[in-house]
């Protein structure tokens, strides 16, 4: 089997979540928190309640601010490298959950500068392209545009560039090696970008002339750059950001996150609904070769994206997803049907989505961090 491998850039094999809490050095979400965080929103996520949010770096320091009153705010981004799949909204939708139960301002970084220094084959076109269409989606999700400021790296640089430099200043090349991997046949690009990813934790600090202490939703893979924030924070007079970190959606293939790399496997937001009836329809599973062994010795539910995407965002209910979980393992329940039924919730997930999207369209300068604000050093 594949080894795991789990980068801001790479993410292969299958993901072992419990050792990256180890690897990464992040700790588990209690209970506890799950439910001070419920009294403050007035209810739980289902992202929460099921773990898919499982780990963090000071999410108790975050919420005791947030009771305390004092300043705080969001911070999540996303690299534009590609059409957003369904993979994508998992952390999207959990940052707008909180943005509206707990009233948060969200600065949001689309990193088209990162894409087009990463990737051999990409224009700088192409990837600011790619920045504004994946914008839609993150419209279409019902963020409030009072709230949210979206960077776009390559064109609203003057808001980060002076904060930026200070952080550059605090790291070398041999740290950046050591965390990213990057070797002497990197970039002189990718060796400066990280500091716009950080410096973004301590822009709302700079806007609002006070020390705002930022959370992180985002998927666990971001986590070296935080590392690095955290290290530096203090030192440059800024609170040290917190983070909430998510696992991946499986792709629907066997093994591994959904990527681009593998669109068979991965479900844009942009797909027909005839894309997703036959990519689901073919998805692997955790059932058994033929009906007939399936109905005598029952599915593996818990190595089954099909049952995964039920549980991380299409089933709502308790009772319904450990019913189907347990119809599953005893055998009562075939791949077949169960998938089925997952295409109609996703396709009319989509379709409602599409719509938002495209009356997205008209509404892109409301988000922009340029329209609102002005540049501050
Ligand atoms: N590097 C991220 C990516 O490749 C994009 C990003 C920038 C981001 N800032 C972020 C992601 C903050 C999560 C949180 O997708």
């Known amino acids: 089997m594949a080894e795991m491998k789990v980068t801001p850039w790479e993410v292969e094999g299958p993901v072992d979540y419990d ?13 506890d928190l799950i439910r001070l965080t419920g ?7 289902l992202l929460l309640r099921r773990k898919v949010f499982y780990a963090h ?3 108790d320091v975050f919420l005791k601010r947030y009771g305390d009153k004092e300043p705080v705010a969001l911070y999540t981004g996303r690299g534009p490298s590609s059409k957003v799949h369904l993979g994508h909204l998992v952390p999207w939708i959990f940052t707008r959950w909180l943005q509206e139960r707990l009233g948060l301002e969200l600065y949001f970084q689309l990193t088209d500068d990162e894409k087009f220094l990463y990737h051999r084959d990409y224009t700088l076109e192409y990837t600011n392209s790619m920045a504004y269409e994946n914008l839609l989606d993150l419209i279409a999700l019902g963020f409030d545009p ?3 400021f979206v960077i776009v790296d390559s064109e609203d640089i003057a808001y980060l560039y002076n904060i930026a430099l200070r952080v550059a200043k605090k790291i070398t090349a041999s740290i950046v090696k050591a965390v990213f991997g990057f070797t002497d046949s990197t970039n002189i690009g990718m060796y400066f970008f990280p500091s716009l990813q950080i410096a973004m934790c301590f822009l709302p600090s700079t806007i609002r002339n006070e020390k705002v202490l930022v959370l992180i939703p985002a998927a666990i893979d971001q986590d070296p750059y935080w590392r690095v924030a955290r290290d530096i924070a203090s030192s440059l007079g800024y609170p040290k950001p917190a983070q909430i970190h998510s696992k991946f959606l499986p792709g629907l293939g066997p093994g591994g996150k959904m990527s681009s790399s593998r669109p068979e496997t991965a479900i844009y937001t942009t797909d027909s609904p005839e894309a997703v009836y036959r990519k689901i329809m073919n998805a692997f599973t955790g059932g058994q ?3 007939e062994l399936q109905r005598k010795l029952g599915g593996n539910p818990d190595k089954c994206p099909v049952f995964t995407y039920y549980s991380m965002l299409f089933e709502p209910s308790e009772e319904k997803l450990s019913e189907r979980y347990r119809r599953c393992k005893a055998g009562e329940i075939l791949c077949g049907e169960c998938k089925r039924e997952l295409a109609e919730r996703v396709a009319k997930f989509i379709e409602g989505h599409q719509k938002r999207r495209e009356r997205a369209r008209d509404r892109i300068e409301d988000f922009l961090i340029r329209t609102k604000v002005s540049i501050r050093k």
């Open 146 to 148: 009072k709230k949210t």
């Open 57 to 59: 770096r000071d999410y």
């Open 289 to 291: 070769p033929t009906a």
């Open 39 to 45: 009294k403050y929103a007035g209810e739980v996520h």
């Open 19 to 31: 050792r990256l809490i180890e690897v990464f050095g992040v700790k588990p979400l209690t209970e």
